[in-house]
Structure formats: C-alpha cells, structure tokens
C-alpha cells in the first residue's frame, strides 16, 4: 500500500466529526505569509460534503480517494490547467485539514500534493496557486533550458542558488544573471535580494546565468541574444515616439493606455521639457511620493529618445502595483480603469497645490448658472492645479429632481474623462441545435432572434415557428439564458394513461479498460463523450431490456447493430428475471422541446424541492425478495450497460451488486456505458459529430453602427437614480430616487470619451461589439454643449482625432492595441505591444474602437517634419482591411 492510499489501520472518526473539524479549521484558519494551503478539487470537495452531510458511512455519495486529475493539464507533468477559479475548479484548505482529509481518504497513487504558500503581497496576503515558472539556461549553453518554480515571495539570490545547484556551477563562481523578456531583450539581474515579484518576473520569462572567467573578463558584456538595452541604442536612430512596448504577461491593456497618453502632445511635451521636475509633489497625502511621476516620465523620455525599437516599462509596471493593488500580478485588466488611476496619480504628484484648503459646496439655489460654473471652477482649481486639470478637466452640470417634493438642486462638477453608454439593443442572436424525434434525422443548427432579457419560453416559441412543433407543446426548463450554445429536444408524444410518465436525461460514456480497485468501488472509471438525450418514456418501458431496445433505436443514426453474421462474446448472466430500472416516484413532464444546455445543468419546470437530488437505496439483496428465483444461464452480449447516474453524469446511483436493479433520484438521469472495442466497433464518431444548417445560419448578421453623437446624447438623457444610490432630499430629510441629468458646460484641451461597450445587467453580461461612428477630425460639441452663446474669448468646440485605445475580444479575455497619431510628422501608427506599423486613416474606425482621444484644433501643433515615404498611398486599391502596410522592423 502507497503513502497515498486509503489506510484501513486507522479508521476515520464519524461523518459528524469530519465535518466538524473540517469546518472548524475552514472557518478559522487566518492567512499568514509562509503558511501552506492545499489545492483540492471542488468536485470531490463537495462529493465529500454531501457524504458527511448523509451520514451514512455506506452512502453512495461516499467521494473515494482525493482526485485531483480534472486540475491537471496532463499526468506526465502535473502542471496545473491554466486559469482555474478558485470556488469553481477548486478549493483551498488549511495545510491540517488537508492531512486530516488526507489521512481519512488517501489519495490517487502518484498524484503530487497540491501545495501552495501564503505570500505577503503588498496589500494583501493570498494563497499563491500559481507560482512563477521560469526557463533557465546557462549563457554558455543556451539550449540547455530547465523549467523551474519560485514563489513571487523569494529573492533573485534564491533564483541564482537553485541554478548553481542545476548546472553543477563550481562553488565559489562568481555569477550574474540577465532577465529576458518575449521581445528577446534583456535586463540585467542587479540587485539580488530584490523579490521575484519587484523584479517584475513573470511566468514564461527566461533567466540566463554567466560566470566570470579564469582572467577576470566576463564571457559577453551582455548575452549574445540581448537587444534592445542601454548598451545596444546607439546604433539606432528612428522617429521619436514610434516606440513599441514589451508586453511583460498579460500587460497589453497598460501599453495600450500608455501609447495613447504618449501621444498626446501636451501632457508628452509638458515631461520632455522636464517640467515636471520643479512640480513634483511628495508631501501631497492623495498622491504617491513622485514615485508614479518619476516612472511614467522614464518611459516617455526613453520613448521619445528615437533611440529604441521597444521599451521594457517594468519599472512603471512595478509602482503602478505597488500604488494600486488590483494592478498587482500579471492579470489582464481593463485600459481605461489603468487610464482613470494614471490620470489621477499623476495629477496629485503634479498638483501644484501643496496645502489644500477645505472648501464648502453650495448649492445653485436660483443662481445664474453662469455665476455657479465660475465659482465651481474656481473652487476646484483652488484644491486642484495641474497639468493634468490644464490638458484634461472640463466641468458638468449635474441637475436633480426629487420626484416628491420637486425640489431641483444643481450643482457643476468637474470631469477628467467622459464614459458614454452605447445604445443597446433589446434583442440577442443565439445559436441552437434542434434535436428531432427522428433518429435517422442530424441535428439542425439554428440561429434565432429573441428579446435580450427574455426567457427560454421565448427561445422556445421562435424555435417552434421554424420546426412547426406548436408552442403548446413546448417547454419551459429555465429563467435567464446561457451564452453558450444549447441543444433544444423534441419529445415524442405519449397516449394519455394512468401510469406515470419519465423523462430520462441520457448520457453517453466510455469505460477504462481497467478496474479502479484503488477507489473503493471495484468500478471502471469513464469519460462522457458525444452530446446528451432526451427521451419521454412510459414507467412501464424502464426495464433493461426495454431501454436498451429503446436506446438502440434513438442511436440508430450512429450506432450500427450487430450484424447477425457476427459473432458478440457472450458473457453470463444471474437473473431470471429483469427488474424495473426505477422504482421511485417521478414527477410527470410535459411533451414539447426540452432545453439541455451542458452535462452539469438540466432545467426542469418542478418545484425547488423536487429539484434537490434525493439519496439512492441501496439494490435489494436476495433475501429481501424471496419470489425471485435465479439461476446461471447466458446470454449475447450488449452493446453497452446502462446506469442510473448523478445529474452530472459522472456518478452511479444504486448500482446493484449484479448490475440488475439500479434506482435514481426524482430527476432520473441514464448514462450507456461503452466498452472501448464495442465503442470502436459499433459507434461511429464522425456520424455522431455530423449536423446540418438550417436556412437561418446562412444569413449574414448585420453589424450595428452608431454614430458617437448618439452616444453623447444619450450620456445627457434624464435617467432614474437607482436604488443602490439614491439622492438625500434636504427639504424631504430622506433618500430618494431623483431623476438626474448631466450637461456639458465647459471642455477640456484633450477629450477622452469612454465607449461603454461591457454590459452590466441582472439578466446580462456581454460586451458591445456594435461599430461606433466617430470622425477623425471636426468633432464638433457645440450641439452638446449648455452654452449655446459663446464670447469670443471661449475656446472653440471643434476637436481632431489623435489616439484609439482597442480591445479585441469577450468579457474574460482580450487583446488592447492602440492607434494613435504621431505629433511630429502627422502619421498615424499602429501599436501591438512590441510591434508597430504604419496604419491608414480608413482602418482606424472598427468594432474594437475602446478610448478615443480627441485635441482641441486651436492646440493642434503643426508637424514639424514630413509624412515618412514608406506610407501607404491614398490610392492603395481595395482598402487593405487589416493593418498591414509598412512594416517598420519593430518586434
């Protein structure tokens, strides 16, 4: 018996008292940097708490060994799959409840221990699941590369022994180490007691280390792969500002941010001229020592110096974590959140204002709205003068109502940044496979319009009106819509009769060749395969014999059955007699189309209670049924066995000890289990996998545009308070839901409009891929502003286009990309991280569109060189639909 299997010597205490303790050390066990967490699988977990919660020692909920394997990206290497989430993939435990589970239950032999240390990040504490995993190699061998893991709590000195000790380094060497990054350039490794996580390592990244020589030279002044760093720009001369920037892990979102505020001229000129240097703030308690100023200015200075491909902005990357802990790691975030801490940070350590003094806000109270915008500005810029308010500030009329007493209160409230709402449309696009009652018949992919908070009645009715089955017979199974695709089931209809009807969710699994002595169940281990079934059956048709006869002719499409000819290898059998596949009481389901959206979820329209599954009996033994008489006789052996199963189709229920009596729950759940060879044989995999279109795929779906006025306009509509932020009425003395109306009254140099493309609702989430109409030049605000009379003094209303921050992609994951305009030779640029190109003025407008930054045209500098001649020309014929022109070299 291995360490981790299940030791019988030392038996378990009671089911109450494991989930005692458990819960106990779960509830109480406090994070403290060093400590060791375990990582375990969220299914066993919550297997193992409804065996306890049973408390039946022989319960078939009973969770066998720890299983880690669903976390595992594969079993030779036992590294994790990437972006598990806690809570749903897994869970963590204290390291004494992890020995407690362990010592009850063991574990799958030769699976690692999950081990993971609590590290002191800066602002938190946090179980590290994912350590870094760095590539390491010797600068004379540079092909010899081991994998190795370090926590982000260990120094660069921890990093240096662990490579001594892997490449056999001689005692006493003197070493140093280079940082590469996925651009191929490299940083040298100075400061050795410096954290992995201050170092800005990432996981991915490579450390090359090399050793001084018998004569005291070292063997490269930089490894042979470096480029890009100090000691290599000389040689470089190109156009000031076209710079790319190393994507250091998931850090786009930040490039993007940063390429567009690079080029806009006032806030870049405004470092370039190390103005900055005399209004650094490090007393200013809202600010953050200079030490965000400083750091952004570097990397504008180093790309503005003409003298580098690509920059490496770790340095920026480190402070922006340090001040803003959402920022910390290497997770993608959002451009414009990293916009709005940027803008903010750099204002309070720019703000010239050293002493703030405390200002009282009164209310408009009939005043001329004139009179209270000038003393709101003036009060604003008392507390707050910067670069910042000069390049970016523009100043809102803020209006609300009280729906009671009518009170109107007006106040003007300055604004770094507009986010304007798109128009959302009311309806969603879904996809659906419509599954018939005809066995021979592939499904039938649709595409179906339907109200975008609506219910699966509605997908039911729009799918009734393409498949002429009426909407009497369809049903209901679920509220709110999944976004993934889902399969939608006709069901047959069966003659009105006293006994009860079942509606048997179908799954299809295939069994290992071998046995899992090792869990406890002597059972083959499966894996579920193809797509699950339906079918509305008589009780009286829930024998073996009948559903196996039945589930033969639902898969005839793709099941071959045996040819007569063909000899099957019998196998003995020990009942005399079939016995009804489930005995229990089964709520009756309506005929209709049925929605089955994945393996884990089946909606029904039974109450809550009759969802719950309910625990299985075990099969009734011999004696327990003295009229049934059994005797040894044989029979041709089946295509597949079938199992009364969990809802998830991964569990037996009640599994007999003869395999002839299986009961289910209230919702009844079937997996046909296949024997390899006989699935080989008999299943064919690519008929199974077949489906046809229907019309409605074929037509092309519009892409919605809107124009950016349409935004902006609706960024001024009255809206309704919510409830969650009310207004406090001062002549009602209570909370209420105000109406609220924002003007524009005065805009800034530079315009930042935030598209609001993610989509928050209780019955939503998406993004908007809805390509927004905006101009490249002559933005004009004179429509949006209050002001409709303006003095010759006022600037004017007319803006240019100068930068685009892009996001490519879905809620969870993405690319940033910027396109912005280069202030010295007027041509616009491409930025992908790293990379750059040329780009033409008709590829700038797409669905990606994110942030737009717009200038003033009075502040507009006139380019001071020449557009380069490697441009496109206005006459390329087609229109080139992605950015690739020119490329500059840059990677």
Not at 45 to 51: C, D, G, S, V
Not at 495 to 521: C, F, N
Not at 715 to 725: A, W
């Amino acid at each position: 018996m291995t360490a981790n299997s299940r030791c019988s010597a030392a038996e378990p205490p009671g089911l109450e008292t494991q989930r005692r303790e458990i819960e106990s050390l779960l509830r109480e066990c406090e994070l403290r940097a060093g400590d060791s967490w375990y990582v375990v699988d969220r299914r066993w977990f919550e297997q193992w708490k409804e065996f306890v919660e049973t408390g039946d020692q022989n319960s078939s909920s009973f969770p066998g060994q720890i299983d880690n394997t669903e976390l595992f990206e594969d079993l030779d290497s036992y590294h994790l799959k990437e972006r598990l989430v806690e809570n749903e993939d897994f869970v963590l435990v204290p390291a004494e409840a992890w020995h407690k589970l362990l010592a009850w239950y063991g574990m799958v032999d030769d699976q690692p221990p999950l081990e993971r240390k609590v590290v002191d990040l800066p602002s938190t504490l946090k179980v590290e699941v994912y350590p870094v995993e760095i590539f390491l190699c010797l600068h004379s061998n540079m092909e010899n590369v081991i994998t190795a893991q370090f926590s982000r709590a260990d120094n660069i000195h921890s990093i240096q022994r662990a490579m001594c000790q892997a490449f056999s380094v001689p005692p006493g060497s003197e070493c140093r180490l280079w940082m590469k990054s996925s651009d191929s350039s490299c940083e040298r490794l100075r400061n050795v007691h410096m954290s992995v996580l201050d170092a800005c390592l990432s996981s991915g990244m490579t450390v090359i280390m090399e050793t001084r020589n018998a004569d005291g030279t070292w063997p490269s002044s930089r490894p042979q792969i470096m480029r890009n760093s100090v000691e290599d720009q000389d040689s470089y001369r190109g156009q000031a500002g076209v710079c790319g920037l190393t994507n250091l892990g998931n850090t786009c979102f930040m490039n993007s941010a940063l390429q567009c505020l690079s080029n806009t001229p006032p806030l870049t000129e405004y470092f370039l001229r190390t103005s900055y240097l005399e209004e650094l703030n490090f007393t200013n308690p809202l600010g953050m020592k200079g030490e965000i100023a400083e750091a952004y200015a570097d990397v504008i200075k180093q790309m503005w110096s003409g003298r580098h491909y690509s920059v490496v902005p770790r340095v920026f990357k480190t402070k922006v974590g340090h001040f803003a802990s959402q920022f910390l790691g290497y997770q993608q975030h959002d451009s414009q959140e990293l916009l709005s801490f940027l803008l903010d940070g750099l204002h309070e350590d720019l703000n010239r204002v050293k002493n703030k003094e405390y200002i009282e806000l009164r209310d408009a109270n009939g005043r001329p709205d004139q009179e209270v915008a000038e003393e709101a500005w003036r009060n604003h810029r008392r507390r707050n003068d910067s670069v910042i308010v000069d390049t970016f500030h523009g100043l809102f009329k803020s209006t609300l109502v009280c729906p009671e007493c009518h009170k109107v209160s007006v106040t003007f409230d300055p604004f770094c940044y507009l986010s304007v709402p798109l128009p959302v449309s009311k309806e969603r696009v879904m996809e659906v496979f419509f599954v018939s009652l005809d066995p021979y018949a592939k499904p039938v992919q649709h595409r179906v319009v339907v109200p975008k908070a609506g219910k699966v009645s509605d997908l039911c009715t729009a799918l009734s009106e393409m498949t002429n089955v009426p909407p009497t017979r369809v049903s209901v199974f679920c509220n709110v819509f999944l976004e993934s695709p889902s399969f939608v089931y006709e069901l047959s209809v069966l003659e009105e009769q006293q006994e009860e009807q079942v509606l048997l969710a179908l799954y299809l699994r295939e069994r290992s060749h071998y046995r899992d002595y090792g869990s406890g169940s002597s059972s083959y281990g499966t894996t579920l395969f193809g797509h699950p079934l339906l079918l509305n059956v008589m009780r009286s048709s829930c024998s073996r014999e009948a559903l196996y006869n039945l589930f033969l002719q639902r898969l005839a499409r793709y099941v071959r059955p045996p040819d007569p000819s063909e000899e099957l290898e019998e196998e003995e059998e020990e009942e005399d007699e079939e016995e009804e596949l489930d005995k229990t009481q089964t709520n009756g389901i309506s005929d209709g189309i049925i929605l089955f959206c994945s393996y884990k979820y089946f909606f029904t329209e039974e109450s809550e209670e009759g969802k719950q599954e309910e625990a299985c009996s075990p099969s009734p033994s011999a004696n327990e049924h003295p009229a049934k008489r059994r005797a040894c006789r044989k029979r041709r052996k089946s295509l597949f066995t079938i199992q009364a199963v969990n809802s998830n189709g991964t569990t037996e229920r009640g599994m007999g000890e003869g395999g002839s009596a299986v009961s289910f729950s209230s919702q009844p759940y079937v997996a046909i289990d296949w024997d390899p060879d006989m699935k080989k044989r008999f299943y064919n995999e690519n008929e199974a996998e077949k489906y046809v279109k229907h019309a409605s795929m074929e037509v092309p779906q519009q892409q919605t545009t809107v124009q950016l006025q349409e935004c902006i306009e609706l960024f001024t509509t009255v809206e309704t308070l919510e409830e969650e932020n009310p207004w406090y009425c001062p002549v009602c003395k209570k909370h209420q839901l105000a109406t609220k109306k924002l003007d524009l009254w005065s805009l800034p140099e530079v315009v930042i409009i935030h598209l609001k493309r993610f989509s928050y609702t209780k019955f939503t989430r998406e993004k908007l891929d809805s390509i927004v109409d905006f101009p490249l030049r002559d933005l004009d605000f004179s429509g949006c502003l209050l002001r409709k009379t303006v003095s010759s003094e006022e600037p004017p209303s007319r803006y240019d286009l100068i930068a685009v921050s892009n996001h490519y992609g879905g809620l969870r994951d993405g690319h940033y990309t910027s396109y912005a305009r280069n202030k010295d030779n007027g041509q616009w640029y491409y930025f992908d991280d790293s990379k750059v190109t040329f780009a033409r003025e008709d590829q700038i407008m797409t669905n990606a569109a994110y942030v737009l930054f717009y200038h003033r045209q009075d502040k507009i500098r006139i380019p001071t060189l020449p557009a380069p001649n490697a441009s496109p020309t206005e006459s390329d014929a087609g229109g080139v639909a992605q950015t690739e022109t020119v490329d500059l070299g840059l990677n």
